[in-house]
């Protein structure tokens, strides 16, 4: 095939392409859905690897409603958070894979040298929004892993075979060659980077497509941001409608795990229509509530907002989705009922959907919340299906002005017995300066569903989305900085999930708040309303909140009011979330800095009052 007339490449990528035994490029989604089972009911992704013989690395089963795809290893079904190497010599505060592997050049020749005896599949695609600010990029993958280009294609939108530009330029490519990690890297998740002046290189050497096909795409965005100075937030976010027809934007931010897509998730009710706002895990006492009518949703984004400096806005934060399709994940559903809307969704899609980690056998209906079991007993935690946007319904494909950014954090439970960090309230309130604080420190947060290293209280790292990063903190923490600085009418709130103090909530509270927002026309709440919260690291508590009618219990939006805990317990806890965030904020203090930025930290270091930050911005 002479490929010179549908893409512009490099001289590497002409080569591979050139010598390949053969090539196809996709030419509707159904074909590459074809492809992924070979035309077959059951199809299993091998490779001979030298040592080892036969490998099987992954299974495709064709189901009624789409492909179940399950890895052989359990380490395989979720992302490594230290999976990704930078190979260039830019500037990188990440690790660096000559400092781990040694010389990268042998493996990039050696990369290349095995694309070049497969069938290959080559699809051209746009990372970011394909209408607003896109780049053109393509993957080079083996024929037999088209489960992992389906993904890619449902992620972020591909270009089919008869509609390529002539001419297209790729700025980003990915090599999947997936027999590395056995033959290289002892079995492991590995990305690497390597940043070229007119090129992004990924090379994915795994076939799960978390680090690659999404993170790596979302780090390709982020490189290219850095040098034209603006950012993908690692968000969703929802247009939520009242009954009355009030509107507003919410962008919900946070680390895995912090109910990014649960934010334009339906509420859960119990099946007599009544939500279980929260149980104390001490007395197991439970609190219901009654909400006759929710706000309708229309979902913005779910995971990567584009802030691209062609929606600027003098007063607020303008964005879009980054992405084609979404990587949701269901291991909050183990039974029928939980979520209608995805169920219908899911069991009857408008065309086959990827199901990754979940039971399907050739020929039956894949439910989602039939987990594959990492052993006899334990349900894999990252269960996930990649949704095309445009199946879901109501879904907002402009750019949209965020009233509200809220930050959402998984915490622990905690009592007087046990102090732990999970002192937070229903909804927190928080000033500019400390909405920059915690978008630098991004909790990991308790018992992370979706990533390998789940114990205890780490940081996602800047902005929630630095493990996809390839650059410099300190360079996106000023572009965090200007973000906010430059958006004056966008509000912040804090907004835990999983526990309040003593009392589990999963993610109902976040529902009831973002109920309440709508409601409220935003995050501007009366001066009587709020209250300092004991720990200066949450900013504003609220003294009280009505949602339709019911009175949200004080011991839920001020832990320290709860029985199980007390001012002692809590103020343990506050201490543990302050010295987390200032042994996390250590790093900041370096000379590229924007002097605003050394200010609010050296600030918050010296322990300065509420109404001390919330003076500088």
Same mark, same amino acid.
């Given at each position: 095939?002479?490929?010179?007339?549908?893409?512009?490449?490099?001289?590497?990528?002409?080569?591979?392409?050139?010598?390949?035994?053969?090539?196809?490029?996709?030419?509707?989604?159904?074909?590459?859905?074809?492809?992924?089972?070979?035309?077959?009911?059951?199809?299993?992704?091998?490779?001979?690897?030298?040592?080892?013989?036969?490998?099987?690395?992954?299974?495709?089963?064709?189901?009624?409603?789409?492909?179940?795809?399950?890895?052989?290893?359990?380490?395989?079904?979720?992302?490594?958070?230290?999976?990704?190497?930078?190979?260039?010599?830019?500037?990188?505060?990440?690790?660096?894979?000559?400092?781990?592997?040694?010389?990268?050049?042998?493996?990039?020749?050696?990369?290349?040298?095995?694309?070049? =005896?497969?069938?290959?599949?080559?699809?051209?695609?746009?990372?970011?929004?394909?209408?607003?600010?896109?780049?053109?990029?393509?993957?080079?993958?083996?024929?037999?892993?088209?489960?992992?280009?389906?993904?890619?294609?449902?992620?972020?939108?591909?270009?089919?075979?008869?509609?390529?530009?002539?001419?297209?330029?790729?700025?980003?490519?990915?090599?999947?060659?997936?027999?590395?990690?056995?033959?290289?890297?002892?079995?492991?998740? +590995?990305?690497?980077?390597?940043?070229?002046?007119?090129?992004?290189?990924?090379?994915? #050497?795994?076939?799960?497509?978390?680090?690659? @096909?999404?993170?790596?795409?979302?780090?390709?965005?982020?490189?290219?941001?850095?040098?034209?100075?603006?950012?993908?937030?690692? @968000?969703?976010?929802?247009? +939520? *409608?009242?009954?009355?027809?009030?509107?507003?934007?919410?962008?919900?931010?946070?680390?895995?795990?912090?109910?990014?897509?649960?934010?334009?998730?339906?509420?859960?009710?119990?099946?007599?229509?009544?939500?279980?706002?929260?149980?104390?895990?001490?007395?197991?006492?439970?609190?219901?509530?009654?909400?006759?009518?929710?706000?309708?949703?229309?979902?913005?984004?779910?995971?990567?907002?584009?802030?691209?400096?062609?929606?600027?806005?003098?007063?607020?934060?303008?964005?879009?989705? @980054?992405?084609?399709?979404?990587?949701?994940?269901?291991?909050?559903?183990?039974?029928?009922?939980?979520?209608?809307?995805?169920?219908?969704?899911?069991?009857?899609?408008?065309?086959?959907?990827?199901?990754?980690?979940?039971?399907?056998?050739?020929?039956?209906?894949?439910?989602?919340?039939?987990?594959?079991?990492?052993?006899?007993?334990?349900?894999?935690?990252?269960?996930? +299906?990649?949704?095309?946007?445009?199946?879901?319904?109501?879904?907002?494909?402009?750019?949209?002005?965020?009233?509200?950014?809220?930050?959402?954090?998984?915490?622990?439970?905690?009592?007087?017995?046990?102090?732990?960090?999970?002192?937070?309230?229903?909804?927190?309130?928080?000033?500019?300066?400390?909405?920059?604080?915690?978008?630098?420190?991004?909790?990991?947060?308790?018992?992370?569903?979706?990533?390998?290293?789940?114990?205890?209280?780490?940081?996602?790292?800047?902005?929630?989305?630095?493990?996809?990063?390839?650059?410099?903190?300190?360079? =996106?923490?000023?572009?965090?900085?200007?973000?906010?600085?430059?958006?004056?009418?966008?509000?912040?709130?804090?907004?835990?999930?999983?526990?309040?103090?003593?009392?589990?909530?999963?993610?109902? @509270?976040?529902?009831?708040?973002?109920?309440?927002?709508?409601?409220?026309?935003?995050?501007?709440?009366?001066?009587? =309303?709020?209250?300092?919260?004991?720990?200066?690291?949450?900013?504003?508590?609220?003294?009280?909140?009505?949602?339709?009618?019911?009175?949200?219990?004080?011991?839920?939006?001020?832990?320290?009011?709860?029985?199980?805990?007390?001012?002692?317990?809590?103020?343990?806890?506050?201490?543990?979330? *302050?010295?987390? #965030?200032?042994?996390?904020?250590?790093? #900041?203090?370096?000379?590229?800095?924007?002097?605003?930025?050394?200010?609010?930290?050296?600030?918050?270091?010296?322990?300065?009052?509420?109404?001390?930050?919330?003076?500088?911005?």
């Amino acid at each position: 095939m002479n490929t010179s007339e549908y893409f512009n490449l490099n001289d590497d990528m002409k080569d591979i392409l050139l010598h390949a035994p053969s090539i196809i490029i996709p030419e509707s989604r159904e074909h590459i859905l074809r492809l992924a089972t070979n035309d077959q009911p059951h199809f299993s992704v091998v490779y001979n690897i030298e040592g080892k013989g036969m490998v099987e690395e992954v299974t495709v089963a064709k189901c009624k409603n789409g492909l179940a795809v399950n890895y052989k290893e359990p380490h395989m079904r979720r992302r490594d958070p230290e999976c990704m190497y930078i190979a260039d010599n830019l500037e990188t505060d990440k690790a660096k894979y000559k400092d781990k592997f040694g010389d990268f050049d042998e493996v990039r020749k050696e990369t290349f040298k095995w694309l070049k =005896q497969q069938d290959l599949i080559v699809m051209p695609f746009i990372s970011g929004d394909q209408n607003h600010g896109g780049y053109e990029s393509i993957l080079i993958a083996p024929k037999n892993a088209a489960f992992f280009v389906g993904g890619l294609a449902d992620l972020q939108g591909f270009i089919p075979k008869n509609e390529i530009r002539k001419g297209f330029s790729p700025k980003a490519v990915i090599y999947l060659a997936p027999t590395f990690r056995h033959t290289h890297f002892n079995g492991e998740q +590995v990305v690497v980077h390597n940043r070229l002046p007119e090129l992004h290189e990924v090379f994915s #050497f795994n076939l799960y497509p978390g680090p690659s @096909a999404k993170k790596g795409i979302y780090g390709v965005l982020l490189s290219i941001g850095e040098k034209e100075n603006w950012l993908t937030a690692h @968000a969703s976010s929802v247009k +939520v *409608v009242t009954p009355s027809n009030k509107s507003i934007i919410i962008m919900h931010e946070g680390a895995s795990g912090g109910g990014k897509s649960e934010m334009i998730e339906e509420m859960h009710r119990e099946p007599n229509g009544q939500i279980l706002l929260a149980e104390d895990k001490t007395s197991n006492k439970k609190l219901f509530m009654k909400l006759r009518d929710t706000c309708e949703l229309y979902p913005v984004t779910d995971d990567m907002a584009l802030c691209h400096p062609s929606y600027q806005n003098d007063n607020k934060l303008v964005i879009s989705d @980054a992405e084609a399709g979404w990587f949701l994940r269901f291991n909050h559903i183990t039974e029928y009922g939980t979520s209608p809307m995805h169920e219908k969704l899911t069991t009857h899609p408008p065309e086959p959907l990827i199901f990754l980690n979940m039971q399907g056998v050739s020929g039956s209906r894949i439910l989602i919340w039939d987990h594959t079991l990492d052993d006899v007993d334990t349900p894999c935690p990252n269960p996930r +299906v990649i949704m095309p946007r445009h199946f879901i319904k109501n879904i907002i494909a402009e750019p949209v002005n965020v009233d509200v950014r809220s930050f959402g954090v998984r915490m622990p439970l905690c009592s007087r017995e046990n102090p732990t960090y999970g002192i937070a309230g229903m909804l927190h309130i928080l000033p500019p300066a400390l909405a920059w604080l915690w978008r630098l420190v991004s909790p990991r947060g308790h018992a992370n569903p979706s990533i390998l290293d789940t114990e205890g209280m780490s940081s996602e790292g800047v902005g929630s989305y630095w493990p996809f990063a390839t650059g410099k903190m300190v360079t =996106q923490a000023n572009l965090l900085l200007d973000q906010i600085v430059n958006t004056p009418e966008t509000k912040y709130t804090l907004m835990p999930n999983q526990h309040i103090g003593s009392y589990e909530v999963g993610f109902t @509270a976040e529902w009831i708040n973002r109920e309440c927002l709508a409601r409220k026309g935003g995050a501007h709440f009366d001066n009587e =309303q709020l209250t300092k919260a004991r720990c200066t690291t949450l900013g504003y508590a609220l003294s009280n909140l009505h949602v339709e009618g019911f009175d949200i219990p004080k011991e839920l939006l001020q832990t320290n009011h709860q029985s199980s805990i007390g001012n002692e317990a809590y103020d343990k806890g506050a201490q543990i979330l *302050v010295n987390f #965030f200032k042994k996390e904020l250590q790093q #900041f203090l370096v000379d590229d800095l924007k002097p605003l930025g050394r200010r609010i930290i050296n600030a918050y270091m010296n322990d300065a009052s509420l109404e001390e930050l919330e003076a500088i911005i």
